[in-house]
């Protein structure tokens, strides 16, 4: 007898035979949370739109003031008088920013492709690796290229520090182990993704790519 509890994704000529592919249970809590939120609620912002064109002359400026994704509070926000669907607050990158200014790396005229880590997850590296070395935030960049998300699965990925390697597993993308457009919990921002600089497009990540 066939397994019918997970079936793969099919596209019959006959629309009533296909198959679409099942959500994730992330995108799953996000469907729910949205079937539920008041109308009032805030939509999530487009990504691609978050970057004004003013800021296309200096990419290093932009990351520092961008806004990554939202978080809940969860289980901590008990004991504090928070629900646990209370939004904690979003990622931010200027710790990023900040190091590509202090080991001297310089974005130019561009294009560039950036993978910009979140604070939290360079914190992570420091305390389990030590030093975020000007090799490791050279991983982040790949020069020459503006590569949209939906490129990363065919495209080399060859940053300054070199290759990197993309992966799909688990209805997800991964470059370096890091996930490409992770979503979040509850219904506030996932991970921006495709967010246009000028010539030059970013993807935020929740891993830094010296831990691969």
Known sequence: ?????????????????????APSFEEYLKQRAGASAAPAAAPAA???????A??????????STLKGAGHVWGADGIAVGKEESDLRGNDSFDKFASALTANGITLGAGPYTIFAPTNSCLESY???????????????????????????PTTPLNSMAGPLHYRYAVRKHFVN?????????????????DVQVGNSVIHTVGLCFGFY
Do not use: W
């Not at 003013?54 to 990351?63: H, K, P, R, T, Y």
């Not at 690796?129 to 991983?139: E, I, Q, S």
């Open 126 to 152: 420091e305390k389990m690796r030590g030093p975020v070395t000007a090799d490791v935030l050279k991983m982040h960049i790949i020069e020459g290229q503006a590569i949209s998300s939906k490129d990363i």
């Open 46 to 52: 487009a990504p691609a739109a978050a970057a004004p």
């Open 177 to 193: 182990d890091a996930i490409i457009g992770e979503t979040t919990f509850g219904k506030y921002e996932n991970f921006p993704i």
């Open 1 to 21: 007898m066939a397994d019918t509890r997970n079936p793969d994704a099919m596209q019959h000529e006959d629309p009533r035979k296909s198959i679409s592919a």
């Open 54 to 63: 003013a800021a296309a002359g200096n990419l290093v400026s932009f990351i």
